[in-house]
């Protein structure tokens, strides 16, 4: 018992002098005693709280690591307990602005259905929510990649004060208007919107990331690796082939691949369809439309969720 309790005070000790060596032997900063607080007591003992610290303060770095080097050698079995740990919702571009539109506290609950891992079962959404946008780390961890690179939404507390207090010159507090305006350039780029929860991150969503299939890792380790890190939005395409022109647009800005060109007409793949709608806008000739399916799980739609 006593081994035990002395590896416990070591590790705790190492923590907290890791946390130490990061604010450069200052003080803790208010931003991290907060996280601690909010983390408690279990994982500060188990140290998930340190992996917690260590995405928020060298996100780019962490996130360079897990899509060019982790994610790429574990094999199967890794990724689907990666899987089980760091996973996205995908939005449609209405209910990612509802998000960061709130105008009352919502209180989710019974997530399961929304989120098909083992975490984030209940959270509550607060009202107007802080919001903060910073870096994307999966298009810092590309040699060529998109522009801008200030998309990533850090939604609510504690995570706005630590990523503002740890990254103030790749992160910025913005109003709810900023927010909308660029959900809105990214739908137009073709980008997905994708809510994410992380265990790490006291087992709560966290932030709307605004996703190219080019450089998301999320996206990659679905479509390259078979991880099922991304749930579908619980919406499907739906394609009118008498308005197909066979123009190719929504072929090319499909972020998972779903969709493919039989014969004189667009041709889409349930499977891997996952209801983000950023084919809608590209479709000249208004032949797609996005429809509910409940195989597809429910959606994170804050005004259905709320009542």
């Known amino acids: 018992m006593l081994s035990l309790f002395a590896l416990i005070l070591g590790a705790i000790g190492i923590v907290f002098i890791i946390w130490i060596y990061g604010e450069r032997w200052r003080p803790i900063r208010p931003s991290t005693l907060n996280f601690m607080k909010e983390a408690g007591l279990r994982r500060i003992l188990n140290l998930s709280v340190l992996h917690s610290y260590f ?3 060298w996100t780019n770095q962490y996130i360079n690591l897990l899509v060019n080097h982790i994610t790429p050698n574990i094999g ?13 919702k995908v939005l449609t571009h209405e209910h990612a602005r509802a998000i960061v539109t709130l105008e009352e506290d919502i209180h989710l609950h019974s997530l399961e259905k929304i989120i098909p891992y083992p975490i984030a079962r209940d ?10 946008v910073y870096e994307c780390g999966c298009r810092h961890a590309r040699k060529d990649h998109c522009q801008p690179t200030q998309v990533c939404m850090v939604i609510g507390q504690p995570f706005v004060d630590f990523v503002l207090e740890h990254n103030p010159h790749s992160s910025r507090r913005i109003t709810q208007k900023e927010a909308l305006r660029i959900l809105q350039a990214e739908h137009e780029r073709g980008h997905v919107h994708s809510a994410w929860f992380k265990d790490a991150c006291l087992d709560r969503f966290y932030s709307i990331c605004n996703c190219c299939k080019c450089c998301c890792g999320g996206i990659e380790a679905m479509t390259k690796h078979k991880a099922p890190m991304i749930a579908s939005s619980g919406f499907i395409a739906e394609i009118d082939s008498n308005l197909c022109t066979s123009c190719g647009n929504c072929i090319e800005i499909c972020p998972f691949n779903a969709l493919s060109m039989n014969g ?3 041709h889409l793949n349930w499977e891997k369809c996952m209801g983000c709608g950023v084919c809608i806008d590209q479709c000249q000739s208004g032949a797609i439309s996005l429809i509910r399916d409940e195989r597809k799980g429910e959606p994170l739609d804050i005004s259905f969720l709320a009542t």
Do not use: M
């Open 55 to 57: 995405y928020g303060r």
């Open 76 to 88: 199967d079995r890794g990724r689907r307990w990666l899987a089980n740990r760091y996973h996205g």
């Open 123 to 132: 959270l509550v959404l607060k009202a107007p929510p802080d919001i903060a």
């Open 264 to 266: 004189e007409t667009s």
